[in-house]
């Protein structure tokens, strides 16, 4: 059995994002305000078996989170059967018993738990009112739904879309069809959202869902992204407090990205907080990336990708993809540099990346 991956600084490798498509019907501001046509043509993105296989092999390495994204996950025809598949990696490994001396033939041993145990989407939401059902009934555990504003117009400016309604309504049929805990994404930038944070909070409680919060990050293929724009998780966190006082949730923070609050009156839903800007947690980092054409990402700002789509046409056997990909998080960064005084964006967007 392949040993599970870890990447050079010990960090292990417990949580994959898997971009379904580069394709995306918003027009976020923050991400990919002109819409940019897909970097690959089709026949250079994953297929739904390539997707299933090369999942199949990080479960196999250890992988136990898969986060479905894009682009716009939805706007793939196949994604429910892409969920299906995925879902039935969720067996445990360990019902799985792995033959280990081959001079005894039915001789079996317990080799251990490997087995994905979390299987999530982030979509925008707008496909939702007609098909939360079918994703719960596929096989997806949770879904993160993102929503930057809760007036029409400012969600209008920051999506470039006037769909603010639908996508209350695909938060509401995510609830109706089972998908909780529904967490709620909002990039707060300044100038834009930052006067909304304690709506959010208290929209958060009125609804019992986990909202949160993410600073803006030099993700945008505009490359117009500045520090100045960046609202710090310190003063989200202050914003909501004058209004809602806030409770840490004790617990280890592990590889979390979010810093977890609960509300101190004891109302439904809670706060997380996402700041890789100003505080960043890449030392508990247990993420990597494949996109939507197959490449493997090892940091979110990495501005080097590697094929895992070449390896798998090229014929390669399980055993080589196993190696390759090994070799590949080997190489993953120690940090992120947004801080330092020479950082590069990297070239492709959140959108293309996935995030
Ligand atoms: N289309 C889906 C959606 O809207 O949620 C999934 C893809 S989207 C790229 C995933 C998340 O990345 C969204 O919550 C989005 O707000 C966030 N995002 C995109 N660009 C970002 C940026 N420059 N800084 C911070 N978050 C960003």
Not at 294 to 322: H, K, N, P, W
Request: glycine share 8%; with cysteine; aromatic share 8%.
């Amino acid at each position: 059995m392949a040993g599970i991956l870890k990447d050079s600084y010990n960090r292990p490798i417990r949580d994959l994002r898997v971009s379904l498509t580069d394709r995306c019907n918003f027009r976020c501001f923050y991400c990919l305000p002109h819409g940019e046509p897909p970097i690959a043509p089709k026949e250079q993105m994953l297929s739904y078996e390539e997707i299933e296989y090369a999942c199949d092999i990080f479960v196999e390495l250890g992988i136990e989170k898969i986060r479905l994204t894009g682009g716009e996950p939805m706007m793939r025809r196949d994604i429910e059967q892409i969920i299906f598949k995925l879902s039935q990696l969720k067996t445990p490994m360990s019902d799985k018993l792995q033959l280990v001396d081959e001079s005894a033939n039915d001789k079996l041993k317990f080799v251990g738990h490997r087995g994905l145990r979390d299987l999530a989407l982030t979509t925008n939401g707008y496909f939702l009112p007609h098909r939360a059902e079918s994703l719960k009934t596929a096989g997806l555990d949770r879904i993160t739904i993102s929503l930057d504003s809760l007036k029409r117009d400012v969600f209008k400016q920051m999506t470039g879309v006037d769909v603010l309604d639908r996508v209350m309504e695909g938060i509401q049929a995510a609830k109706d069809a089972g998908l909780e805990p529904i967490k709620i994404n909002a990039v707060i930038v300044r100038g834009h959202n930052e006067d909304e944070v304690a709506d959010f909070a208290a929209f958060a409680r009125e609804h019992d869902v986990k909202m949160r919060f993410i600073e803006f990050m030099p993700l945008d293929s505009g490359h117009e992204w500045s520090r100045a724009d960046v609202v710090s998780g310190r003063e989200i966190r202050q914003r909501i407090e004058e209004r809602f006082p806030l409770e840490p949730i004790e617990e280890s923070r592990g590889s979390n990205t979010a810093s977890r609050y609960r509300f101190a009156d004891g109302a439904p839903g809670e706060i997380g907080i996402i700041a890789p800007v100003t505080e960043p947690f890449c030392g508990a980092c247990s993420r990597i990336r494949l996109t939507a054409d197959g490449q493997i990402r090892t940091c979110l700002f990495s501005t080097v990708e590697y094929s895992l789509r070449d390896v798998m046409r090229d014929g390669a056997s399980r055993q080589e993809i196993i190696q390759f990909i090994e070799g590949v998080v080997l190489k993953k960064e120690p940090r992120h540099y947004i801080n330092d005084p020479g950082f590069v964006a990297p070239s492709r967007s959140m959108s293309f990346i996935g995030g």
